[in-house]
């Protein structure tokens, strides 16, 4: 398929952020690009194109239902505990109880899959440690929608929540312990996208999972990120969702309309030389659980539009951490979803009323429409994700020659459907990307007058149905390059 030449800005107006170039998809497969508003030279409006949407991301979305989180959460709330250290062989109380009732859940989701989708039970014995009192078992529930393309069945993408919960003290296995917020709304958000998203084929694979352990110190998603790394699983990407289910904070604000996705920037296992090479090009905003985080605000606010993702420059929430952590220190892009404003007095409370307060974790709390939302969100990325082709590999701006001109390359995707590649750019103190140029199927390009020192590049791959991969930030390569692995950097 031909691809028309690239459509931008003309460079020189690239600084003053004068346009937004986002590419589209006709009738007949043929990329082409919509002018819909002209920016004049320096002013603040945008140049906007239209984007055509994939409607099975748009039917996912629609499908998704507020009635049955609420169950989910309700049901979750009813094994009065689901602390790690509770009963395991009580068929109505403890986390037994609620990890055997996830599994039959999941596995009436699989139902629908045509037989792409199978659900395990991953069990390990945990071993004495600061919140595991003596050695326990441990279980996560983990579904697995296989990708029915053979370029891209192994490439994966994996969903959490965690049902594990806990009162004032992780390690007491016995008091109430309703965790509807934390993390009840997680898990059901994650079982209802297994159950919607079931019936679709993508073509990569993604993974539904429900951890446990998560208040022993991320001791299941640890679990599971260790076994993937063993097993050279090729995980893409990672959202944990925990703490997504309160729309009222104890700050007073009420916000039904946004949720934060936090991403670190400078990655957890990065090495020396990559360090190196960071520190030389600018690279602490654009690792790739930073371009993963901005490819969600994209996604996410063109598919849920009554959503704000609200980006946040941290790992996660000030001093504290989700099961998105364990993946990130074994070198997987993670993020983590989260309510805007949370209230302290219903997480790892003791049931109880004080001076006419309630404490505790009780689903009387949760906003179950927000929940939807929330869940609405992870599903049209991890759909978007799974369809679309992988992020060019092997990035590189080439710094041979001195120039005012910028020359990237990369290596060619192996994808049967993939149309050809976008060079995105932005000011380097703008939070998203904000042009693109359409290059065609090629694997290098110079941009010309627009020079590296001024703007950060990326190149993103699509395929014939207009689905875009996240963003690969280049590396240097070539005469005034540090010295670094031969490997693709994490930044």
Known sequence: ???????????????????????????????????????????????????????????????????????????????????????????????????????????????????????????????????IPAPTVLTNVVATLRGTQPESENRIYVVSGHYDSMCGSPTDGKCDAPGANDDASGTAAVLEMARVMARYKFDATIVFMAVAGEEQSLLGSTYFAEQAKQKGAKIEAMFTNDIVGNTLGGNGVRDRRSVRVFSEGVPSNETTDEATVRRSVGGENDSASRQLARFIKETGERYVPSMKVTMVYRRDRYGRGGDHIPFLERGFAAVRFTEPNEDYRHQHQNVRTENGIKFGDLPEFVDYPYVANVARVNAANLAMLALAPARPRSVVILTARLSNDTDLKWDANVEPDLSGYEIVWRDTTAPVWTNARLVGNVTSYTMKGLSKDNVFFGVRSIDKQGNRSPVSFPRPLGRSAPAARPTEPRF
């Open 1 to 131: 398929m031909s691809i028309p030449g690239p459509y931008s800005c003309p460079p020189r107006r690239t600084l003053s952020f004068c346009c937004l170039v986002l590419s589209v998809f006709l009738p007949g497969s043929q990329l082409a690009a919509q002018e819909t508003r002209q920016a004049r030279p320096g002013s603040a409006k945008e140049l906007k194109l239209r984007v055509t949407r994939n409607q099975d991301i748009a039917r996912i979305v629609q499908e998704i239902d507020a009635r049955n989180i609420e169950r989910m959460i309700r049901k979750l709330v009813s094994f009065g505990t689901r602390n790690t250290l509770s009963t395991q062989d009580d068929p109505n109380r403890g986390i037994g109880a609620a990890r055997d009732w996830l599994y039959s859940e999941f596995l009436k989701a699989a139902e629908n899959s045509g037989g792409r989708m199978t659900v395990e039970k991953q069990a390990y014995e945990q071993q004495k440690a600061a919140r």
